[in-house]
């Protein structure tokens, strides 16, 4: 019958659409979600507070001077209409006012965290505060590593002999000449990527990554003896020994007994 057929037709029809629809939906909640690598912008609270905070406004993206920031796109796997910026493409040029910041309506970007105290102790904006990720060197892939003369991440870094700084080191393969290696220091790194856009590898041999993903934590396990501050966290704690059969044994006797 043809009624039965069209009714047939519609209702495949209907089906198809809310498959579809329901794809779309997913991919909509899963870019909703947080990224774990993606770079914000300076002042950025965390990323989970962010994404919870953020209204997709555009304001800071419009107030970037240098077109850094985008918002990112459906099907860019990333949290849909938030900004953020991609170093190869255009780093963050650590404008001294940070417009961005102030341009946020929702504290997303948070100014207390890009401010520090000026002469008179009041707080004043300064953009190397800013902790938007650090920088990584792949030693493995870093010409300099491989005794070549290069300190492009170096020349171009706004914190020079702070956030990146160049150690000597002797060059094992030739014996004669040195290497001179680039070293990134966490205290002092904003995760700004000029050193990412300026390295001459093909792929970049230094990049930026979100801080929490670079640095990791230590294990609660560890303790710095030299920090004090660190100390206070076994203050109530519990002593573990870890017991092995080498460990039965006192130092010198296993020492002796094993060949190396």
Not at 110 to 133: Q, R, Y
Not at 163 to 188: D, M, Q
Request: with cysteine.
């Amino acid at each position: 019958m043809p009624e039965r057929r069209e009714f047939l037709l519609k209702s495949i029809k209907s089906l198809g659409l809310a498959a579809a629809g329901g794809l779309v939906w997913s991919g909509f909640i899963r870019e909703g979600r947080s990224a774990p690598l993606v770079l914000r912008p300076p002042g950025a609270v965390s990323e989970k507070q962010f994404i919870a905070s953020c209204i997709k406004c555009g304001m800071c993206v419009e107030a970037c001077p240098y077109e850094a920031l985008v918002l990112a796109a459906p099907g860019s796997g990333r949290p849909v209409g938030t900004p953020y910026f991609v170093p190869r493409n255009i780093p963050c040029y650590m404008c001294k006012d940070i417009p961005c910041v102030p341009a946020c309506p929702t504290g997303s970007l948070d100014s207390t965290l890009v401010s520090g105290k000026d002469e008179e102790g009041n707080l004043k904006l300064n953009i190397d505060l800013a902790k938007m990720g650090l920088a990584i060197i792949d030693r493995e892939t870093c010409i300099a590593y491989a005794g070549i003369q290069c300190d492009a991440c170096y020349r171009v870094c706004p914190l020079i002999d702070q956030a990146i700084s160049v150690e000597y080191l002797r060059n094992t393969r030739t014996g004669k000449h040195a290497i001179g290696a680039p070293v990134v220091h966490s205290e002092f790194c904003t995760g700004c990527g000029l050193c990412e856009k300026a390295c001459i590898t093909r792929k970049a041999s230094i990049f930026v990554l979100p801080r929490d993903i670079a640095m990791g934590e230590l294990g609660e396990h560890y303790i710095k003896g030299w920090d004090k501050s660190d100390e206070e966290r076994i203050k109530d704690g519990e002593d573990r020994v870890t017991t092995t059969p080498r460990s039965e044994k006192a130092p010198v006797d296993y020492l002796n007994e094993e060949k190396f």
